[in-house]
């Protein structure tokens, strides 16, 4: 009923910059919370960037003041614009959409997408 695709993830060389988007799709009323995972081989997954109805964020210190996050409600999408890439932000990247309110059931629900790639070497 809800569905959450990822794109905008590929091979890039350090220093180098990559836009993701998310977009969610369905019965949806409203969503809480969007963000950005991302799993690295051996590694658990880590929360990259979120952000609220608000507009309120959070950034891994990891990432922040290269990468930004953003949303646009109406369209029910979250972007993260990577720059200055290094090559430990290798891994899939997950989008997340917490606090989905389905239109049906007036009850929230936690979604997930299904990973894009995003590689960076020289």
């Known amino acids: 009923q809800v569905q959450l695709v990822e794109s905008g993830g590929g091979l890039v060389q350090p220093g180098g910059s990559l836009r993701l988007s998310c977009v969610a799709s369905?019965?949806?009323?409203?969503?809480?919370?969007m963000g950005w995972y991302r799993q690295a081989p051996g590694k658990q997954r880590e929360l990259v960037a979120a952000?609220?109805?608000?507009?309120?964020?959070n950034y891994s210190d990891s990432v922040k003041g290269r990468f930004t996050i953003s949303r646009d409600n109406a369209k029910n999408t979250v972007y993260l614009q990577m720059n200055s890439l290094k090559p430990e932000d290798t891994a899939v990247y997950y989008c997340?959409?917490?606090?989905?309110?389905?239109?049906?059931?007036?009850?929230?629900?936690?979604?997930w997408g299904q990973g894009t790639q995003v590689t960076v070497s020289s």
């Open positions: 369905g019965s949806i009323f409203s969503i809480n919370t």
């Open positions: 997340d959409a917490d606090g989905v309110v389905i239109v049906t059931t007036k009850r929230a629900y936690e979604y």
């Open positions: 952000i609220t109805s608000g507009g309120s964020t």
